[in-house]
T-cell receptor, first 114, second 112 residues
Framework: DAGITQSPRHKVTETGTPVTLRCHQTENHRYMYWYRQDPGHGLRLIHYSYGVKDTDKGEVSDGYSVSRSKTEDFLLTLESATSSQTSVYFC?????????????FGPGTRLLVL | EDKVVQSPLSLVVHEGDTVTLNCSYEVTNFRSLLWYKQEKKAPTFLFMLTSSGIEKKSGRLSSILDKKELFSILNITATQTGDSAVYLCAVGGGGSNYKLTFGKGTLLTVNP
């Protein structure tokens, strides 16, 4: 298994509070991704990073921000959590183009916003 | 807009049956098509198919890519209850930056 951890694994929070999810990898992969997975929608890309301090938006980025100050860590922040952000969040990593673009997923974080 | 469509959405079979899962796609600058298996946890990688590798096999699982008709199939022979999962198809392409577009998945249930 790829060395990817996510923390916390479960979180319950209240509407309007800020939340930060952490993804940590030990593979030294250049690319990191944040997805959310919801019934009926599948996996949707929130933000991704193609290097330290290099990030870009995915298809559902509104209400989320990210930061990557080190190769191994990619943080996802919900500035002011809403009930619509209740979801399972997965982090993924990949080496890059060609045969290395396979993405490997972390164990996921279940977030409930009340 | 890149699009990946999987069918059927769900499928129920008996142990020992053979199943075929479908994935069609519309994406510019196609690079690769990947299959993942997701049980009640994170997706795990099964296969990657590219222009230089349009057929893959691992045990009872096999997959082919038809770049002309823009689809892929995943075959599972002699199914077992442990094959029960959601199978996800993802396609790499479009612009750069190495993003994948995922289909919504096929839920396979294998009954004993």
């Amino acid at each position: 298994d790829a060395g990817i951890t996510q923390s916390p694994r479960h979180k319950v929070t209240e509407t309007g509070t800020p939340v930060t999810l952490r993804c940590h990898q030990t593979e030294n992969h250049r690319y990191m991704y944040w997805y959310r997975q919801d019934p009926g929608h599948g996996l949707r890309l929130i933000h991704y990073s193609y290097g330290v301090k290099d990030t870009d938006k995915g298809e559902v980025s509104d209400g989320y921000s990210v930061s990557r100050s080190k190769t191994e860590d990619f943080l996802l922040t919900l500035e002011s959590a809403t009930s619509s952000q209740t979801s399972v969040y997965f982090c993924a990593i990949s080496e890059g183009p060609g045969s290395q673009e396979t993405q490997y997923f972390g164990p996921g974080t279940r977030l409930l916003v009340l | 807009e890149d699009k990946v469509v999987q069918s059927p959405l769900s499928l129920v079979v008996h142990e020992g049956d053979t199943v075929t899962l479908n994935c069609s796609y519309e994406v510019t600058n196609f690079r690769s098509l990947l299959w993942y298996k997701q049980e009640k946890k994170a997706p795990t990688f099964l296969f990657m198919l590219t222009s230089s590798g349009i057929e893959k096999k691992s045990g009872r699982l096999s997959s082919i890519l038809d770049k002309k008709e823009l689809f892929s199939i995943l075959n599972i022979t002699a199914t077992q209850t442990g094959d029960s999962a959601v199978y996800l198809c993802a396609v790499g392409g479009g612009g750069s930056n190495y993003k994948l577009t995922f289909g919504k998945g096929t839920l396979l249930t294998v009954n004993p």
